[in-house]
DNA sequence: TCCGGATTGTGAATTATTTCACATTCATTT
DNA sequence: AAATGAATGTGAAATAATTCACAATCCGGA
């Protein structure tokens, strides 16, 4: 009987929260931080703050507060992204190549290592410094350029053929921006993302208020 | 002691979801669907689904399961989108232009009017059909052309900025790319919008599982 | 070394969400 | 018109997440 300690879903989501407030932080050379200060940061409460981080151990001085720098790289380890984490993108079209030239994941220790399509029209250029490949071409960049992620962004009917491409060639997380559940194994871990959710939850806020 | 229904978030983020397989169905000629059927389309429990209708009425038939036609009109009354909403981007970059050339949007009623930027450089050009203009124009665009919502996809450290001039422009909604907070009055609704946090979860169950 | 002030870490209480299970209701058949 | 079968709608139960509140502990000063 090992009690398994669930961590819930929202408190992952926040941590990304706490660590860029951290980081300002830090770059403020502010070395010493209270849960409330952290907190009010970055919108939670204090107690919630205390609580997320009590599922993964105990990173603060009582009496005192929370060590900025220590805390930065406890975080970084639960996040994973104390090592660095590479990554293919299949589809360049907007989505793709946008994402593909976001700043924010290289601060992460996010590497994007091609794009890949269909269209031999998109072939061959390069985006940034970021090269546009022939799609069937990667299961073997997978392989020889050990990418451990993949981001779909081709539209929802192929999807699911372009998630099978990804497994076939080992990769063990899939990040989904098409707007369809996709089938894979269990060892595969699939992270949905719907731009469509955000802004239709905003239409209905919207709407109930100026009824 | 009027007992007021709350809807939880989690039921609204998933409507998008329920309308976009409700979509499907609809393009396959199917016009009864059962509550089982749409929830395992969707990625949820049957009761989920049903509860989840029950937050805003009784849309189904006993016996017999839902007219997909009526619960597609349904559905797109309560998120909003049975009326046209206008908006507008603040920040022509990456991810700006890549959002105001998206499909997704125009499919549930949504138009992008324009995109606005500081950079003169990037004044005056045309993302598809769509103008970027001088961020000083926004105020008095949004009032010309019956804008609702104002998207931010501008640096960290000018959202707060922009979305000061949304506000003044009596913008109610705004969709905020921008990995801060934003203080805005009580009459104005934000939606925020994190793509790190998504990566990062990713991230943080790769990692778990490698370990 | 002891004391006072401050802040964490965490069980317990509360609140929110999901699932269960079945009474209710509707369409269809006889 | 009544009986049958099927699937919704929904209170109640179970589960999950958040907040409360305070004991535990640490820092710094006397």
Redesign the interface.
Known sequence: MTDVVVIPRAT??R???Y??VLMELSHMEVSLVSSDELAARS?VSSSQLRKDLSYFGEFGIRGAGYDVGFLLQKIRE????H?E?RLVIAGAG??G???A??S??AQ?G?EVAALFDIDPGKQGKMTGKIPVLPMEDLTGFVQEHDI??GVITVPAQAAQGVADLMVRAGL??I?NFA?V?IEVPD?V?V????????????????????R
């Open positions: 992952i989501s941590l990304p929260v660590f860029r919108g639960i996040l994973g992204i090592r984490w907007k989505l190549t946008a994402l030239r976001y924010g994941f992460h996010l451990q992620i063990k997380g990040w707007p559940r060892d871990i992270q949905y993302e719907d731009l469509v959710v955000g802004l239709l939850t905003l239409s209905h806020h919207l709407s109930r208020r100026m």
